[in-house]
């Protein structure tokens, strides 16, 4: 399938360190997305990287895409109580403008 | 900042009975979306409508659903007759091109049962 596969699927951290996610994905993409989902609620957009980028930054967030292994990273940095929530990745498939594929997500915790 | 709005937030309806699920995308887009999550599960995408027409459907979009832009802001994802299985939240979206890519930006969902 093209969909983007997170791992781990569950992250349980303590507060102050860094959480590290990945996501794997098959096809050819215009860019990648990664998103948060607090329990329940809507989804929350947090950076997009496209397909010629390799890294981008936003605060706490660090982002990176190697198209080669087709595979990215989300870093949280020193991580807070509410960072808990789950983290999904969505890629964009490339010249498809009408949709984006998420994967099944990554939980992570963050123990007080 | 502008944010896509959907309505309403929480949905319970018997089983046949038809629903109507209510969107507003941000003003300015062209692309508006439906995805829907089964508790505990991905996101999958349903539709999606460019130019007042589907662009692409899923496979989960059968006969049993339809969208409308019935006028220049509201957009809605209708279910004829509700199954069991359709219990989920639906997500509205919409997108831009904006730096070279369409960036979807997503309102809070409709949490929909079906009892």
């Known amino acids: 399938s093209q969909q983007g596969e997170e791992d781990p699927q569950a992250l349980s951290i303590q507060e102050g360190e860094n959480a590290t996610m990945n996501c794997s994905y098959k096809?050819?993409?215009?860019?990648l997305q990664w998103y948060r989902q607090n329990s329940g609620r809507g989804l929350v957009h947090l950076i997009l990287?496209?397909?010629?980028?390799r890294e981008k930054h936003s605060g706490r967030l660090r982002v990176t895409l190697d198209t080669s292994k087709k595979s990215s990273s989300l870093l949280i940095t020193a991580s807070r109580a509410a960072d808990t929530a789950s983290y999904f990745c969505?890629?964009?498939?490339?010249?498809?403008?009408?949709?984006?594929?998420f994967g099944k997500g990554t939980r992570l915790h963050i123990l007080p | 900042e502008p944010e896509v709005t959907q309505t309403p937030s929480h949905q319970v309806t018997q089983m046949g009975q038809e629903v109507i699920l209510r969107c507003v995308p941000i003003s300015n887009h062209l692309y508006f979306y439906w995805y829907r999550q089964i508790l505990g599960q991905k996101v999958e995408f349903l539709v999606s409508?460019?130019?007042?027409?589907?662009?692409?459907k899923s496979e989960i979009f059968d006969d049993q659903f339809s969208v409308e832009r019935p006028d220049g802001s509201n957009f809605t994802l209708k279910i004829r007759s509700t199954k069991l299985e359709d219990s989920a939240m639906y997500f509205c979206?919409?997108?831009?091109?904006?730096?070279?890519?369409?960036?979807?930006?997503f309102g809070p969902g409709t949490r929909l049962t079906v009892t």
């Open positions: 409508f460019y130019n007042n027409e589907i662009s692409e």
């Open positions: 096809t050819s993409i215009n860019n």
């Open positions: 969505a890629i964009q498939p490339m010249n498809r403008d009408d949709k984006i594929i």
């Open positions: 979206a919409s997108s831009e091109f904006k730096g070279g890519a369409y960036e979807q930006y």
């Open positions: 990287i496209r397909s010629n980028e």
